[in-house]
């Protein structure tokens, strides 16, 4: 499964950004697919997920009611809605695949089987 995110660029604090994950070589309907981010000097953190089935959704503390994660799995797409931007979102911001059919969340960064090349967002105060 090879992933491609992109959308990242500069953002005042307040604005929005959508970021887009393409997935191919498999289909994102049947993996639990997530974003992690990583701010420099930082450990790469989870940000968002959802389960292969789409039924359930966890978000890190930091991002909930601000994100919102979606799939359209009919173009074997992940989203990533940001809004209300800080500049403490900053970061490089991956999407993941983990290959899990589980009524679970994948939170952990060891969960996930597949990375994209990452996307960088700068949220500027």
């Known amino acids: 499964v090879q992933l491609q995110a992109s959308g990242g660029g500069l953002v005042q604090a307040g604005g929005s950004l959508r970021l887009s994950c393409a997935t191919s070589g498999g289909t994102s309907s049947r993996y639990g697919m997530g974003w992690f981010r990583q701010a420099p000097g930082k450990e790469r953190e989870f940000v968002a997920a959802?389960?292969?089935?789409?039924?359930?959704?966890r978000y890190a503390d930091s991002v909930q009611g601000r994100f919102t994660i979606s799939e359209d799995n009919a173009q074997n797409m992940v989203f990533l809605q940001m809004d209300s931007l800080k500049s403490e979102d900053t970061a490089v911001y991956y999407c993941?695949?983990?290959?899990?059919?589980?009524?679970?969340?994948?939170?952990?960064?060891?969960?996930?089987?597949?990375w994209g090349q990452g996307t960088l967002v700068t949220v500027s105060s």
């Open positions: 993941a695949a983990a290959n899990i059919q589980s009524i679970y969340v994948p939170l952990r960064r060891a969960a996930y089987d597949y």
């Open positions: 959802d389960t292969w089935s789409g039924d359930m959704t």
